[in-house]
T-cell receptor, first 113, second 110 residues
Framework: EPEVTQTPSHQVTQMGQEVILRCVPI?????FYWYRQILGQKVEFLVS????????KSEIFDDQFSVERPDGSNFTLKIRSTKLEDSAMYFC???????????FGPGTRLTVL | GQNIDQPTEMTATEGAIVQINCTYQ??????LFWYQQHAGEAPTFLSY????GLEEKGRFSSFLSRSKGYSYLLLKELQMKDSASYLC???????????FGKGTMLLVSP
């Protein structure tokens, strides 16, 4: 069964450093998402991406964040200058269409020291 | 905006039936999803309702009443592996993004 994959599973970085989180969505899906979940809190939407551009973004997704689809399979989230409060689990998700079920990857646990 | 409420915790016994409620207040509505999340893992899709009524998938069923802003997830024949957090998520009309509730932690005991 096709699934969303994410790398790395765990990333530790120093405050102020740049990180890139990688995702490979399900191959025939057209919509891609990033969510985050701070430990013990709810899953929060960051950004959605369709047709090579951002379609929606939340207030969390400020200028420090960017997304890219560098090739036909990868979808990345970049945090330019990490802050302590960026420590969270970051989930990538994809869906076939905009109103279809979103399937989540296993997540990347980001720890900012 | 969306406001989604679910109970924080529930406990039940193996073999029993449990109902997890979710109420929502939204400016628009285009579907309600239930996900299961084990600790440290990704949310896994369970069910989806966009019209009023009951959707059944094996041991899991989900109900929606749009006029009441209410849904529930029903789990039958509980198993120990059903111990997890159950997330209610609403999709706003015209948008594809999901807004999640805080989740209900279900503990199944022998």
């Amino acid at each position: 069964e096709p699934e969303v994959t994410q790398t790395p599973s765990h990333q530790v970085t120093q405050m102020g450093q740049e990180v890139i989180l990688r995702c490979v969505p399900i191959s025939n899906h057209l919509y891609f998402y990033w969510y985050r979940q701070i430990l013990g809190q709810k899953v929060e939407f960051l950004v959605s991406f369709y047709n090579n551009e951002i379609s929606e973004k939340s207030e969390i997704f400020d200028d420090q964040f960017s997304v890219e689809r560098p090739d036909g399979s990868n979808f990345t989230l970049k945090i330019r200058s990490t802050k302590l409060e960026d420590s969270a689990m970051y989930f990538c998700a994809s869906s076939a269409g905009g109103i279809d079920t979103q399937y989540f990857g296993p997540g990347t646990r980001l720890t900012v020291l | 905006g969306q406001n989604i409420d679910q109970p924080t915790e529930m406990t039940a016994t193996e073999g029993a039936i449990v109902q997890i409620n979710c109420t929502y207040q939204t400016s628009g509505f285009n579907g309600l999803f239930w996900y299961q999340q084990h600790a440290g893992e990704a949310p896994t899709f369970l069910s989806y309702n966009v019209l009023d009524g009951l959707e059944e998938k094996g041991r899991f069923s989900s109900f929606l009443s749009r006029s009441k802003g209410y849904s529930y997830l029903l789990l039958k024949e509980l198993q120990m592996k059903d111990s997890a957090s159950y997330l209610c998520a609403v999709r706003d009309s015209g948008y594809s993004t999901l807004t999640f509730g805080k989740g209900t932690m279900l503990l199944v005991s022998p």
